[in-house]
């Protein structure tokens, strides 16, 4: 047996800061490299029971962590307890950025990491495997890892700014590291570069609410600022959804349109051919032999052929029901014109015309047809003489397919904007990047990346 | 018990070995280090009380790796200038000998491997520097200049007079992992890979006040 089993290891005690005398809890079970003061903020060596000063410092509890020291929470299926908090900043073209670092601890899991940026979470994980460096199409940095592609957002050089509590290196305040950042939504890589060592680890956005429900930190948290690198974009930005959402509901508007086609009577009720003299005096208008339209209600198209020359002719035209005298009335006009003009010829041919009359109850019909033209006056009028032939034709219920193509165009119309809107999103994402703009935007500035301002 | 046995020669406490191909253990009761001479046991020297404890992990630790149980009988601590960490002393059931080293619970397997080309001088290496063994491409991402903090259990090799050692740490893109450690001359090659610490199904470890595993 082995002298050690089932001992358990109990919770550290507390120490006392060597610096300023004030209590230290070490949380860590001594995994922790170094512990911060935070009282004075003197960086004390975690690993020696006696406390030893690793950087001395006077410092005021200038920066509140939103998640308290020693406060646990679930995250990723398993409890973490908060033993350390760093304040870091970059600056980026003289201005300051500053994000926060909570450091998490599991005796059995080890270490993670909450940042926090404009009440925007990310989850971090240390990661052993190398990402494989590459460039994109428009030759911007990538790293790949386990498959995904990360585009490069930013390299700057961070600084620590503010430190309490423990950690599983010996941080220290004004500490810098050379960090980069590769984001795949909702993802984010990150390398930190000293002269000795490049760690690598991985990101995952986190919604503020899963930190505070996680954590259970009474209240509502503060809405994030702007669109942070890794943040998922919202449902309606994705560029893909709306096209999505556009096929399923075309198909729909097909599906109908042939479901209705094929349905269709389609059925001739009156194909007849009359002829008219425009010289003629008197009475010009006659009625049909009745017709039956059948079903309930449905539409009847009419379609007006008129063999002219140089001629129009209007047709005015009532659909009148035998039984009820109920009467719709329409008219079609056709026209036939041509010419020479400067040596060529012209034509101006309308002499096919039609309307589909909509929703007209069934039984028995008959039309009521009164043609009208030109009197034939001058040179024409001889040649108008000639009587006019016209060729009306009557199909109950037709399929109709105009309706279901404006269909389709209107469901295209938001497209443009929610394409927009997406657009939108990444490029605020990417204005914050070493770029100014999304990795496959072309760059209005040359390879540098830095003048974009 | 078909384990060897032996007596410590400093305090006379029964020494049982889980290895028999063990060079040095240390006695559970006085912590003497003993080294193996044949069948006699010499005192070497006394571990140091050891840093406070930092892992899950203790001498009968069990666990399975690929498919082999594997049995913790030994460790070696060392510290960095930022921080500590421990190779675990690995017995397989198949009787092979491996390491699990957990730096703030990052976990490694790694076994003692022949290299293929000659390793660079402690001098010559840096962050960076290439290596390709089996057909797998490394690249040094950490030089650690460590000290040798204590040891406890049955170890391959005598481990107990080594002041400073340096090590360089290569990863792969798919999280192969080796170590070059220069306590030797020529130094030695560490092959292995990261472990998830749940993949090792791990049963026998340190409870913790406050945490269940």
């Known amino acids: ?453 | 018990m078909s384990q060897p046995s032996a007596i410590c020669p400093n305090c006379g406490a029964p020494i049982r070995f889980r290895w028999s191909s063990a060079i040095q253990t240390t006695c559970e009761y006085c912590k003497s280090i003993l080294v193996r001479h044949d069948v006699n046991l010499e005192k070497v020297g006394q571990v140091a009380d050891l840093p406070p404890d930092i892992s899950p992990i203790q001498i009968g630790t069990e666990g399975v790796y690929r498919n082999t149980a594997f049995q913790v009988i030994g460790r070696i601590i060392y510290s960095h200038d930022i921080g500590a960490w421990n190779e675990w002393h690995l017995i397989f059931s198949n009787g092979s000998s491996g390491w699990l080293s957990d730096a703030q619970a990052e976990y490694a397997v790694s076994f003692l491997s022949q290299p293929e080309s000659p390793l660079p001088g402690p001098g010559e290496i840096y962050r960076g520097w290439e290596y390709s063994q089996q057909g797998v491409r490394l690249a040094v991402t950490t030089l650690t200049e460590a000290s040798y903090e204590g040891v406890e259990g049955e170890l391959p090799f005598t481990y107990w007079d080594k002041e400073r050692c340096r090590f360089a740490d290569l990863r792969s893109v798919d999280g192969r992992f080796a170590t070059i450690d220069y306590t030797e001359a020529p130094p030695l090659l560490f092959l292995g890979e990261f472990v998830e610490f749940e993949s090792l199904r791990l049963t026998n470890l340190k409870e913790f006040e406050g945490w269940t595993a």
């Open chain 1, 1 to 453: 047996m082995n002298p050690a089993a089932r001992k358990i290891v109990p919770r550290p005690k507390a120490l006392n800061c060597p610096q300023c005398g004030a209590a230290i809890e070490l949380r860590a079970m001594g995994a922790a490299a170094s512990v911060v003061c935070g009282y004075c903020a003197s960086t004390l060596d975690a690993t020696n029971p006696q406390l030893v000063i690793l950087q001395r410092w006077k410092a005021k509890m200038t920066v509140q962590p939103f998640l308290p020291l020693g406060s646990r929470g679930k995250l990723a299926g398993a409890i973490w307890e908060v033993i350390g908090f760093q304040q870091r900043g970059i600056q980026v073209e003289g201005t300051d950025y500053y994000w926060r670092e909570y450091v998490l601890f599991n005796p059995y899991k080890g270490f993670r990491y909450l940042s926090e940026y404009d009440n925007h979470w990310n989850f971090v994980t240390a990661i052993p495997s190398l990402p494989v460096a590459g460039t994109n199409a428009r030759n911007r940095p990538t790293v790949t890892h386990d498959g995904i592609v990360y585009d490069h957002f930013q390299t700057a050089r961070a600084s620590t700014s503010f430190v309490i509590g423990e950690f599983p290196w010996q941080v220290k305040m004004g500490e810098t590291v050379e960090a980069a950042d590769y984001v795949s939504p909702p993802h984010m890589l990150s390398s930190e570069t000293t002269k000795d060592e490049v760690t690598w680890s991985k990101g995952e956005y986190v919604p503020a609410q899963d930190i505070w429900t996680a954590f259970q930190i009474p209240g509502a948290p503060p809405p994030p600022v702007g669109v942070y690198s890794t943040q998922p974009a919202p449902p309606a930005a994705k560029s893909t959804r709306p096209w999505g959402l556009f096929f399923v509901f075309s198909l729909l508007l097909l599906g109908m349109m042939i479901f209705f086609a094929t349905r269709a009577l389609q059925e001739t009720v009156l194909n007849e051919t009359y002829t008219f003299n425009p010289a003629a005096t008197g009475e010009k208008s006659f009625v049909t032999r009745p017709f039956v339209l059948r079903g309930a209600k449905a539409n009847v198209h009419v379609a007006v052929h008129g063999d002219l020359d140089n001629a129009w002719a209007f047709i005015s035209m009532a659909l009148i029901n035998e039984e009820t005298g109920e009467a719709f009335d329409f008219g079609r006009q056709v026209s036939y014109y041509h010419g020479v003009d400067g040596g060529e010829s012209w034509t101006e041919d309308s002499r096919d015309d039609a309307a589909t009359l909509p929703s007209i109850p069934g039984g028995l019909y008959y039309l009521r047809l009164e043609p009208e033209t030109e009197a034939p006056t001058g040179a024409a009028a001889a040649l108008a003489q000639r009587p006019i032939r016209y060729n009306v034709q009557l199909v109950r219920d037709v399929p109709f397919y105009f309706r279901y193509f404006l269909g389709i165009f209107l469901l295209l119309l938001p497209l443009p904007f929610m394409g927009r809107k997406g657009a939108n999103f990444e490029a605020l994402r990417w204005h914050e990047s070493d770029y100014g703009v999304p990795p496959n935007a072309i760059a209005w500035s040359s390879s540098s990346g830095d003048d974009d301002e």
